[in-house]
């Protein structure tokens, strides 16, 4: 497992809307995520709305992000679900199924998706991405959140030519 995430992001202080689409299927390892999330972001953007939808399991996560991205135009939309492997390929056939149908909502709704639908080959992997104290996969969706924030306002700004684009 790589431990070479991005630096910590400065905290922002705009109003934002931050969208969390949550699995239930192996709760106790989404609620890990989903609790680290949520503290990472209430430091990092104090002023944010955060809303968080469950839904039954990784593959609900796409159709429940597109009504929530048609309805309610976050400003970032966070998935968190953990799958994990058994004796045939299903999971794998979900999890890419998930990482495909979110990557071509970003890029249509042009709105940053976080993703941290995790497919692990074990539930000690997964206790160490999603409980871990060290290092918590829920945190870094935080903190990835936060820089896109702050990077999609930067690119915006300069594109309406309010301020050059600095150190995005």
């Keep these: 497992m790589s431990q070479h995430s991005p630096s910590r992001p400065r905290p922002i202080q705009d109003r934002v809307s931050i969208a969390i689409v949550a699995s239930l299927y192996n709760n106790q390892f989404v609620q890990g995520l989903l609790d680290a999330g949520r503290e990472e972001l209430e430091e990092l953007a104090p002023n ?11 593959f609900e996560i796409p159709v429940c992000a597109e009504l ?6 976050p400003d970032v939309v966070i998935a968190f679900g953990v ?7 299903h999971a794998d056939l979900v999890g890419a199924t998930v990482t495909d149908a979110l990557q071509q909502m970003a890029v249509r709704h042009v709105t940053p998706i976080i993703h941290e639908v995790l497919l692990v080959s074990s539930e000690e992997q997964a206790e160490e991405r999603c409980l871990g104290v060290t290092m918590n996969r829920g945190t870094e969706a935080a ?3 936060v820089n896109m924030l702050s990077l999609f306002r930067k690119m915006r700004a300069s594109f309406s030519g309010n301020s050059p684009l600095e150190d995005a």
Excluded: D, F
Aim: aromatic share 4%; net charge positive; charged share 20%.
């Design 68 to 73: 929530v991205l048609k309805s309610s135009e």
């Design 83 to 89: 799958i994990i492997r058994g004796s045939t390929e």
């Design 48 to 58: 944010a709305s955060i809303t968080v939808y469950r839904v039954p399991g990784a």
């Design 143 to 145: 903190q990835t959140a």
